[in-house]
C-alpha cells in the first residue's frame, strides 16, 4: 500500500478566508412559486415513473421516480408537479429534475415524525437524505450494518467538518460560529446514529480559540490552502496517512459537513426536515453576501433579491475558484450541498488554452501529492487514462487545482484530471456490472 506524505517542494502561498467577525444573518430568499428539485437517478424511457406531471405533494414527502428507486428526492413544500426532464451535468452525471409549483396551502407530510422519538440511522437515511450540507447519510447508514450492503465501508470515526475548502469561501465558517452552541448536541446526536464514538471538529486555527469549543474534541486546521482539504486534514492532524486511489471513507474517516450535522439536530429537534440553505454569494467586485434559500430555489432568484448584477458572459461558479465548476443557467437550483456562488465578470475569466506545455516546472513544485504533473497531463491529454493511472499517479491527485492555477501555458489541468478520473471509475463500473 503505497503511502503519501504531503507538500510538494513549494507550499502554496495562498490563505483561506477567515469568516468576517460578528456575521450578519443570512438574508431570507423568500420561496419562489416554482422550484427546481434534482433527482440523482436518471430518467429511463423503458420504464414507467411513478411520480407524474400532476401530481399534488406534500412538504417533507420523498418524490421517488420508480417503484424500485432507492434514491429519492425531499420535497421542501407541498405543490403540484408540472415538468418532469431529464438532466446531464458534468463528467456525464445523469438526472432528473422535477419542476414543483408551490401551493399556498402547505401540506405536510408527517412521516418522519413518526418514528424521529428515537434516533436511528437507517430512519435518517430513509427521511432526511439531501437536507441541507448533504449529511452521507446512506454510507453512514451501509458502514452501521457492517458495511456489507453495498460499499464494504468500515467508519470508526467522525470529522464534523467546519473547515471551508476553498479560498474565498466561509459558509461552514459562518454555521461553525453561528450554532456553536449546538455542536455538542450535534456530536451527541451522530453518536446516538452511528455508535461511534470517535467523533472532533475541523475548524480554522483562528475560530478554535473560540471558548465556546473548549468541551468537544476539536482538530484545529491551519489556513494554509490545501490543509483545508480532507485528504490534508486526515494526513496532517489525523494521523492516517492518505493512500492513493482511497477515499477518506474508505480508511474509516467520514467528513460531514458542520451544516450537515446542525441540520440533523434541527430535524430531530423539529421532528421535521429542514429546507433552507446558507450560501455564500460573491459578487464581481468581491464583496461577500450570505443568505438563506430553500432547497431547489433557481440561483437568480438569489441574484435579483439582493441585487447582483450579471450579464450574458459572466460566468457563475458553484464552489470557489479553484476548485468549483460552473453554472450553465441562472436556473440552476440551489443544492444541499452548494456553499458558495461566485459571479465572475466575463472580462476577467481567466484565458485557458490549447498550447503545450512548456515544461515551466510550476505544476510540480506546486502539487502538495508531489504527482509528476507535467508528464500526467501529456498522457491525459491524449486520453491515455490508464497509462496516466498506473505510471503517473493520477489517483494520488486530491483535487486542489493549484496546478491549473499556477501553470504558464494556461492548460486546464484540473479539468483534465477530473476527467481522466471519471472516464476509469466509468470503465471500472461497467465492468462490475458485466
Ligand atoms: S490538482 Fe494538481 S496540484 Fe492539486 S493535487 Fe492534483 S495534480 Fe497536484
Ligand atoms: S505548469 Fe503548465 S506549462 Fe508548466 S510544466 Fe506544468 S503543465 Fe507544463
Known sequence: MIKRSFIGLTESKLKCDLVEPGPKEPEAIPIPPRLILMLKEPLDSTKETLVKKGDMIKKGERIFLYKDSREYVLSPVSGIITFIAPFTGDFGLLATYLVLETNAKQDIDNSFAECAAIPDIQTADSYLRGIPGNPPLQLLADAATGGVKSSGININKIVINGVDEDILCTTRQYVLTRFRDDLSKAVTLLKQLTG?????????????????????????????????????????????????????????????????????????????PVYEKIVTIIDKKGKKSRVSATIGTPIHRIFTKIGVET?????????????????????????????????QDSSEIPMISDYPCINCGKCVRICPAKVPVNILVRYLEATLYQDAAESYELFSCIECGLCSYVCSAKIPIFQYIRLGKYELMKIETEADNG
Not at 461558479?317 to 443557467?329: C, D, H, K, S
Open 196 to 272: 461511534i464514538s470517535d467523533i472532533s471538529i475541523a475548524m480554522p486555527d483562528a475560530l478554535a480559540k473560540l471558548s465556546a469549543f473548549n468541551s468537544l474534541k476539536i482538530v484545529k486546521v491551519s489556513s494554509d490552502y490545501v490543509h483545508s482539504l480532507s485528504p490534508m486534514i486526515m494526513d496532517k492532524y489525523l494521523d492516517i496517512s492518505f493512500v492513493p486511489g482511497k477515499s477518506c471513507e474508505e480508511l474509516g474517516v467520514c467528513f460531514i459537513s458542520v451544516e450537515a450535522a446542525i441540520s440533523l439536530v434541527k430535524a430531530y429537534s423539529e421532528k421535521q
Open 311 to 343: 450579464a450574458e458572459k459572466d460566468r457563475i461558479i458553484i464552489g470557489g475558484p479553484l476548485r468549483g465548476v460552473a453554472a450553465y443557467t441562472l436556473y440552476h437550483p440551489v443544492t444541499p450541498d452548494m456553499d458558495t456562488l461566485i459571479v
